[in-house]
């Protein structure tokens, strides 16, 4: 559904990435029931692109619970009064100088601008896991200079902690072990936890399946990372410069004791192309060898525990893939408690129903 409405402003945030992203202010409007007063700018570029002014009349779209977006100024409403947008000269967030070498902006100094958010993102639940290292502990650790990026996290030792406020003898010890065990997490949260643009959870736990190791990630080219299924030639060499200039960190990360493998995962052979110069996919093992399969609904018994983070990380580490959205693509769809709309299609369409118990006996080699 579209409206028009006003563009009143143009606010640049910076992501934990370093990523320099514009988001429109707009003038209130009501588009499918929901008021809409932010939206979606994607980069300079697409400003440009646009022929957006500030004050301009826009045509703004929005379909279901999508983050609405600018399609284009409606230029026959103008009235003279409109501006030029402002592109910032300096990352707005810290001063430092902007890469504009491609299309999304970023501040030269990458995840060091947004240096709290992008450790809070590490110590996540979906990530590390770092109990008990929330954003105002990572705060504490990079204002008293303890944590300068990832790697420092585990070289903290007993006494800095002691010495900080409101840390005493418990919390340290209890810190000072999730730390520990954060090492042993499998390399697709590692991954993850590194925030390496067009990446997330999902991808993270592709990739770290598909090379099994950091070193074999770190070897591939872009044409070996487009074997990966959901990177295309555009998001390959991006993700491998990354992981390139992420080297420092990964050695470091490394030298520490984190864990640089994907438990169950084989590492692609060495030439992966068949005799009519088709690439062969490694063959997954497993229960759910060649299964898309969806999770809905609330866990109940064996899973009852598990985030739907874990519960996607248990598919695929039984050689399955994990999705959100059911189709007839979809082998198997794991209907828990308060299963809605995804059960009802699932059944619409004749794809294969399991409760939380019967999916947990299917791969019950595999839960610890």
Known sequence: MEKITRLLEVEWNVGRTGIIAPRAVLEPVVIDGSTITYATLHNPADITRRGLRLNDHVMVHRAGDVIPRVEAPVTHLRTGDEQPIA???????CGSAIDTSEERWRCTQGRNCHLVASLAY???RDQLDIEGLGTTRVIQLVDAGLVTDLADLFTLERDQLLALDRMGDTSTDNLLAAIANAKQQPLARVLCALGVRGTGRSMSRRIARHFATMDHIRAADAEAMQQVEGIGTEKAPSIVAELTELAPLI?????AGVNMTEPGATPP???TTGPDG???APVEAGPLAGMTVV????????????SRNEMNELIERAGGRSSSSVSKKTTLVVAGEGAGSKRAKAEQIGIRLATPDEFATLVADLLT
């Not at 592109?87 to 967030?93: A, D, I, K, M, T």
């Not at 050695?251 to 030298?255: E, K, S, T």
């Not at 999770?295 to 598990?306: C, D, N, S």
């Open 87 to 93: 592109f910032p000269e300096q990352c707005p967030r």
């Open 122 to 124: 590490a110590a996540g």
């Open 251 to 255: 050695d470091r990360l490394a030298a």
């Open 269 to 271: 052979p060495a030439d």
């Open 278 to 280: 088709a690439t062969a």
């Open 295 to 306: 999770v809905t609904g609330a866990m109940t018994g064996a899973l009852e525990k598990l």
